[in-house]
């Protein structure tokens, strides 16, 4: 039997040192990686000026901060009404 996921809510997030607003955000804390979810962020994480972002800091709701994690990967999905970006780090050790 799988266990359920442990997601977080987060409250707060910057990319890049920019807020950034959302529909949805979560945290999830795997055994070798940490995920950000976030859906429907605003502006969206690929800006302009460069060809992606490359630092994530979040607030969970709990109050809890992460500054500054350095983004190793992401994935992007884009449907209807939602995109969904789920950015993968390694946590620090």
């Known amino acids: 039997m799988n266990s359920p996921r442990s997601l977080y809510p987060l409250v707060r997030i910057w990319l890049d040192g920019t807020p950034t607003t959302f529909m949805h ?12 979810e976030i859906v429907n962020p605003h502006p969206l994480p690929l800006m ?4 992606y972002v490359m630092n994530l ?21 884009q449907g209807n009404e939602f995109t969904v970006y789920r950015f993968f780090m390694y946590p620090h050790i």
């Not at 955000?25 to 950000?36: P, Q, R, S, T």
């Not at 800091?57 to 999905?77: K, N, R």
């Open 48 to 51: 302009e000026d460069k060809e």
């Open 25 to 36: 955000a979560f945290f999830e804390e795997l055994a070798y990686e940490w995920i950000v």
């Open 57 to 77: 800091s979040f607030e969970l709701d709990d109050g809890t901060m992460y500054s500054s994690l350095a983004i190793q990967s992401y994935t992007m999905e």
